[in-house]
């Protein structure tokens, strides 16, 4: 069984910090990369960052500079800490894992694009945070 744990979401005000976690256990074969997702209010999904396997960070423009995505040694926990924080920023947040030849296949170019379309097969069931002006 796969399970996929966020926490540290709440409550913070304009400009500040928040350090999300999302704790990961079962076995899930041909992983290839984690990510982490949001959903506010009134929008549709979106990927806010990921990590690849072999250690490649990206981040969606609205938050570079101010998120850092990080993996522990042993890979299971995965880290979003926030900086920064803005009123836009308030969202649900979901930790998500990729697996299998629908996800991982072809180039890291590719997998980028599948991740961002149509997202990953894994999936936490969310960690709300919000931030007060």
């Known amino acids: 069984q796969v399970q996929l744990v966020e926490s540290g979401g709440g409550s913070v005000q304009v400009g500040g910090s928040l350090k999300l976690s999302c704790l990961v256990s079962?076995?899930?074969?041909?992983?290839?990369?984690m990510g982490w997702y949001r959903q506010r209010p009134g929008k549709e999904r979106e990927l806010v960052s990921s990590?690849?396997?072999?250690?490649?960070?990206r981040y969606r423009d609205s938050v570079k500079g101010r998120f850092t995505v990080s993996q522990d040694n042993n890979k299971n926990t995965l880290y979003l800490q926030m900086n920064t924080l803005k009123t836009d920023d308030t969202a649900v947040y979901y930790c998500?894992?990729?697996?299998?030849?629908?996800?991982?296949?072809?180039?890291?170019?590719?997998?980028?694009?599948?991740?961002?379309?149509?997202?990953?097969?894994?999936w936490g069931k969310g960690t709300p945070v919000t931030i007060t002006s």
């Open positions: 079962g076995y899930i074969s041909t992983t290839c990369g």
């Open positions: 990590i690849s396997s072999d250690g490649t960070t």
């Open positions: 998500a894992a990729a697996s299998g030849g629908t996800y991982c296949a072809g180039p890291e170019e590719e997998r980028q694009q599948m991740w961002i379309i149509y997202g990953m097969e894994y």
